[in-house]
T-cell receptor
Framework: GQNIDQPTEMTATEGAIVQINCTYQ??????LFWYQQHAGEAPTFLSY??LDGLEEKGRFSSFLSRSKGYSYLLLKELQMKDSASYLC??????????WGAGTKLIIKP | GAVVSQHPSWVICKSGTSVKIECRSL??????MFWYRQFPKQSLMLMAT?????????EQGVEKDKFLINHASLTLSTLTVTSAHPEDSSFYIC????????????FGPGTRLTVT
């Protein structure tokens, strides 16, 4: 079966750095997405990785290792507004998005 | 660019009635649109994939006669929840994939449905 694993909840301090991990086992791979979702709102796109390596976009970076079935989202200089759920999703061989359950990130002052 | 709207943003209806939710891609054409449902503190659950001009593909366990999907144009898909029950109360989110351009799905803002 297809499976995406990410931690349920993480806590970090304002101004610090946090890394949210995601491991996946899917039938085929056409890329991995990270989305941010605030409570009561729809997800918003953060990043897309299809090749191995690190993609940096401002305070957010995303890393992918296809051989390990592993990705992480790195958030730097954390701000209170970064408190949200972070969803990892893999595009499988049928171009269907397989979603992880999301990681709730709590930022403390 | 790549804006998706949903209407209504929230709706309250009585058991047994039907509710229609619209999903529009405002500045691009979307051959494929997706309908998701999300219960509190849970991840997105794909209900169905909607393709313009053809029948929707429903995920296992989703009743196609209860959740009617119509994708009549390249910019509009509708989801009708028929004979709604309180257990249908949820957050319904649509997304759209731009035709032939991108793999990314652009999400609408969601519709909060409460059935009393």
């Amino acid at each position: 079966g297809q499976n995406i694993d990410q931690p349920t909840e993480m806590t970090a301090t304002e101004g610090a750095i946090v890394q949210i991990n995601c491991t996946y086992q899917t039938s085929g791979f056409n890329g991995l997405f990270w989305y941010q979702q605030h409570a009561g709102e729809a997800p918003t796109f953060l990043s897309y990785n299809v090749l191995d390596g690190l993609e940096e976009k401002g305070r957010f970076s995303s890393f992918l290792s296809r051989s390990k079935g592993y990705s992480y989202l790195l958030l730097k200089e954390l701000q209170m507004k970064d408190s949200a759920s972070y969803l990892c999703a893999v595009l499988d061989s049928n171009y269907q998005l397989i979603w992880g359950a999301g990681t709730k990130l709590i930022i403390k002052p | 660019g790549a804006v998706v709207s949903q209407h209504p943003s929230w709706v309250i209806c009585k058991s047994g009635t039907s509710v229609k939710i619209e999903c529009r891609s405002l500045d691009f054409q979307a051959t494929t649109m997706f309908w998701y449902r999300q219960f509190p503190k849970q991840s997105l659950m794909l209900m169905a994939t909607s393709n313009e001009g053809s029948k929707a593909t429903y995920e296992q366990g989703v009743e196609k006669d209860k959740f009617l999907i119509n994708h009549a144009s390249l910019t509009l898909s509708t989801l009708t929840v028929t004979s709604a029950h309180p257990e249908d109360s949820s957050f319904y989110i649509c997304s759209a994939r731009e035709t032939g351009v991108d793999l990314e799905q652009y999400f609408g803002p969601g519709t909060r449905l409460t059935v009393t």
